[in-house]
């Protein structure tokens, strides 16, 4: 990587004050972890409710499988402009307006349920357009993290972040929803509403400007922005810098093949947990909350298990031991051992998302955050759809329990990707090569 942060990136002073300090990591962060964790509340409210609900409008398979296929679309359809686009605007406003657009989404759809009965395609509708909101709010929210918080301390911040989200979207959330659906099938999208709107207020009190400044002639003026190039030119350059990058375009590869494999099982899971566990609607709610403390867990010692092993060994740790895990997970009809085997999977899976978050944001020019990240999304969380969509016709054709030893597979092919791919010696000569404000 030839070009450097220092000659290619002017921020407002603020920013450059917020990476200068070396005291904690600064009350700009611990907004945007705040409203992570309050949006990831409703997220999980959601995340129980929603299949449900589906399950509710029809048994099938495949047509279930489609909810999580349509939420997930967007990372495919409108990833690669709305990269652009958070490297054209103020990011700050982006999650503001992203979190607004969801909070009217969920809600309308509260307003729908206490009046009639929902067909499964006005869900599909929905998770579309949740899906298109996400899109832009995690290319923002990453984009924005690491010009208030230092290098040093990217680990440690992303760590935070991840637990927030991972406490909210599968510790309190999922029961949260599961009890009040219990209630009445309305509340649940309507607490989640609530949730964007209380996120999107968070995110306006952030401090400075968010906008990304680019200077090739005069290192001196921090506030005035060159002429931009066009939409198409300004993607291009995020495919050209991936290109560039033997270890960034690993990372996207393990990335499809990992998400992918996700996927696969976790849109039929709910019929998985019915039909194989014979666990309850409300216990569907505990059962994901107790696999969200393996997330949180993972969350919270990344950056410890990072200094100790090396990054390295890490990523190994987790993209090795969840293929036997979910390999065993189709071999047995205790919902005890499922549950234990989906935490350890977590745990190390979390690990390496960190990991590899991380190592992605040092590599890569502040300016191009919004678009790299973009690119890498397009193609790692562009997966997702396709792993849904095929673990319902898995589901179909198979059986549910294929759909665990198909994901096995494909963790399989990402963890030999890695093996081969990231070696120590290769990843510190690329950060090496690349200057980053401390």
Same mark, same amino acid.
């Given at each position: ?162 637990? !927030? ?16 659906? !219990? ?118 010692? !990344? ?136």
């Amino acid at each position: 990587m030839t070009e450097s942060i220092d000659s290619e990136v002017r921020v407002d002073l603020g920013v450059v004050r917020a990476l200068s300090t070396n005291r904690g990591l600064g009350g700009s962060y611990w907004r945007v972890w705040t409203a992570s964790l309050i949006s990831n509340v409703g997220d999980g409210v959601l995340l129980a409710s929603m299949p449900i609900l589906a399950s509710r409008a029809t048994t099938n398979p495949a047509l279930v499988g489609l909810v999580a296929t349509c939420a997930t679309l967007p990372w495919i359809l409108v990833s690669l402009p709305a990269g652009a686009i958070v490297d054209r605007l103020d990011r700050r406003m982006v999650l503001v307006v992203a979190d607004v657009f969801r909070a009217l989404l969920v809600g309308l759809l509260a307003l729908a349920i206490a009046g009639t009965d929902i067909p499964i395609w006005l869900l599909w509708m929905l998770a579309l357009g949740l899906g298109t909101g996400e899109v832009f709010f995690d290319l923002a929210s990453q984009a924005i993290l690491p010009t208030i918080v230092s290098t040093k301390r990217l680990d440690r911040a992303n760590g935070l972040r991840f637990a !927030a989200e991972t406490t909210g979207n599968t510790f309190v959330g999922p029961p949260l929803g599961a009890m009040l659906f !219990a209630v009445a099938a309305w509340i649940p999208f309507a607490v989640d509403s609530l949730t964007f709107l209380v996120a999107a207020a968070l995110a306006t009190t952030l401090r400075g400007r968010f906008r990304p400044f680019e200077s090739h002639t005069s290192p001196v003026d921090l506030t005035t922005p060159i002429d931009r190039p066009s939409w198409r030119d300004d993607i291009r350059s995020g495919f050209a810098f991936l290109g560039g990058s033997p270890i960034l375009k690993t990372l996207i590869a393990a990335g499809v093949l990992g998400n992918m494999s996700f996927m696969v099982y976790e849109s039929t899971f709910v019929l998985f947990a019915r039909e194989e566990l014979g666990i309850t609607e409300r216990g569907f709610g505990w059962l994901l909350a107790t696999i969200g403390i393996g997330a949180v867990l993972g969350a919270a010692i !990344a950056d410890r298990v990072v200094a100790h092993l090396g990054r390295r060994t890490t990523m190994l740790l987790g993209a090795g031991v969840p293929v036997a895990a979910t390999a065993l997970i189709a071999a047995t009809s205790s919902a005890w051992i499922v549950t234990i085997m989906l935490t350890v999977q977590v745990v190390l899976g979390t690990m390496w998302s960190i990991t590899a978050i991380s190592l992605r944001q040092q590599l890569t020019p502040n300016h191009l955050y919004g678009r790299v990240n973009s690119v890498f999304r397009f193609f790692a969380w562009g997966s997702l759809p396709i792993g849904a969509f095929a673990g319902g016709l898995i589901a179909t054709v198979a059986g549910l329990r294929a759909t665990y030893l198909a994901s096995a597979g494909l963790m399989a092919c990402a963890f030999t990707l890695i093996v081969f791919r990231l070696r120590t010696a290769t990843i510190e000569s690329a950060l090496a090569h690349t200057r980053a404000p401390d």
